[in-house]
């Protein structure tokens, strides 16, 4: 009987044990605190925690409030912080998945402890475009496109300029080919010559072919051009005044 009566005591006071532990905590709500934030301090569920309250999740708490924690006595409990764990092959997985989810320079420097050098990028070399051979005041170029460019570098390689002025005339017919051409008897054959229409000032770039022939030397015709090369310059006339502008040694 004394058995008995002893073993409903303990009984007893395990009960009011456990119902004293299970007495709800108070907790007065932080800046900054959220019901998830407390719920994870206090080891409870967020839904437990807004049932014991009477209000519902959505809702969220406010600074200063006062709230119960059900429970058993709850204390704040220490929140595990996760830790760096460095990736190894031999890292346990459950180390693997608490650590910090952030690149870490020590790391990625021992990774790859050498900047990787990217190759130069090699020039393109333009084929297409002829060379242009200046051999004294010769060209062996046969395109009109490059005379001014030809005619310019003359200056820079020490050669002087003269001017000329006198009467032109042009070929009946068209020439094949290159058609920027000229016969001029005061610079020399293969140079490039700049002749200017003195009545529109129109300017074409042509290269010496040869003498002025001795029949329009006759008539006093100081260069002679193809036929394009006067259609360039605008010429009306069969005759027209231009200056000549040419390069030389002397």
Same mark, same amino acid.
């Given at each position: 009987m004394k058995k008995i009566l002893a073993t409903g005591l303990l009984f007893l006071v395990f009960c009011l044990l456990v119902e004293a532990t299970q007495q709800p905590?108070?907790? &007065?709500?932080?800046? @900054?605190e959220t019901l998830y934030s407390i719920s994870k301090k206090y @080891?409870?569920?967020?839904?437990?925690?807004?049932?014991?309250?009477n209000f519902s999740t959505q809702y969220g708490v406010k600074i200063g409030q006062h709230i119960l924690i059900p429970g058993s006595g709850n204390k704040p409990q220490a929140i595990n912080k996760p830790v760096y764990v460095p990736s190894t092959s031999d890292t346990p997985w459950r180390e693997e998945d608490v650590r910090v989810r952030t690149a870490m320079p020590e790391r990625a420097?021992?990774?790859?402890?050498?900047?990787?050098?990217?190759?130069?990028?090699?020039?393109? &070399?333009?084929?297409?475009?002829p060379v242009v051979i200046i051999q004294g005041l010769k060209t062996t170029s046969s395109n009109a496109?490059? !005379?001014? &460019?030809?005619?310019?570098? !003359?200056?820079?390689?020490?050669y002087k300029i003269k001017r000329d002025k006198g009467a032109a005339n !042009?070929?009946?017919?068209?020439?094949? @080919?290159?058609?920027?051409?000229?016969? !001029?008897?005061n610079a020399e054959m293969g140079s490039v010559?700049? &002749?200017?229409?003195?009545?529109?000032?129109k300017t074409v770039f042509v290269k010496v072919i040869g003498k002025v022939p001795p029949i329009d030397a006759g008539s006093d015709i100081t260069v002679k051009l *193809? *036929?394009?090369?006067?259609?360039?310059? @605008?010429?009306?006339?069969?005759k027209f005044l231009v200056e000549v502008a040419s390069f030389s040694a002397n």
């Open positions: 905590t108070k907790h &007065v709500v932080k800046k @900054g @080891g409870v569920t967020v839904y437990a925690i807004a049932k014991a309250n420097q021992a990774v790859n402890p050498e900047p990787t050098i990217m190759p130069k990028p090699q020039a393109v &070399v333009e084929t297409s475009k496109a490059e !005379y001014p &460019v030809i005619f310019n570098q !003359y200056s820079s390689q020490g !042009y070929l009946d017919e068209a020439t094949s @080919g290159n058609q920027n051409l000229a016969f !001029y008897s010559i700049r &002749v200017t229409n003195l009545m529109n000032h *193809s *036929s394009k090369a006067a259609k360039d310059l @605008g010429a009306l006339d069969e």
